[in-house]
């Protein structure tokens, strides 16, 4: 029998500038990369947080993450990133809990474009 659980998917990525266009790139990007690394269906999807720095406003998020095929039924949020001194500029981070059988330690986290940085140890090149 399997056992399914709430797992959790964390990733992040940059964008050069303040437009809807430079953001829902970005946000497309990156959850295609998690989708793609992970196998998950957006009906696999408990609900998924967005988190933008400061400097980010020309677009939530969320709005660019449902028009994705499948996602405009998703709980999804929008919230602003502490501002930490010194921190990465123009970044959107996005953590998705997802009802999938597969081991957290299995789950593939990404860090794209200059948010790599953030976490070196989980870089993973694709084939």
Not at 13 to 25: G, I
Not at 59 to 84: S, Y
Not at 102 to 114: G, P
Request: proline share 4%; aromatic share 6%; glycine share 4%.
């Amino acid at each position: 029998m399997v056992e399914w659980q709430v797992r959790g998917v964390r990733g992040a990525t940059t964008v050069t500038e303040n437009t809807e266009a430079a953001m829902s790139d970005a946000v497309h990007e990156l959850i295609a990369e998690l989708e793609a690394h992970n196998l998950f269906r957006p009906e696999d999807i408990v609900c998924a947080f967005f988190t933008v720095t400061d400097d980010l406003d020309a677009i939530f998020p969320a709005a660019a993450a449902r028009k994705r095929p499948g996602w405009d039924h998703v709980p999804l949020i929008d919230v602003q990133q502490m501002n930490v001194k010194g921190s990465l500029k123009r970044c959107i981070r996005i953590l998705i809990q997802i009802n999938t059988s597969v081991d957290q330690s299995a789950i593939v986290h990404r860090y794209l474009r200059q948010a790599q940085i953030l976490r070196p140890d989980l870089d993973v090149q694709m084939s």
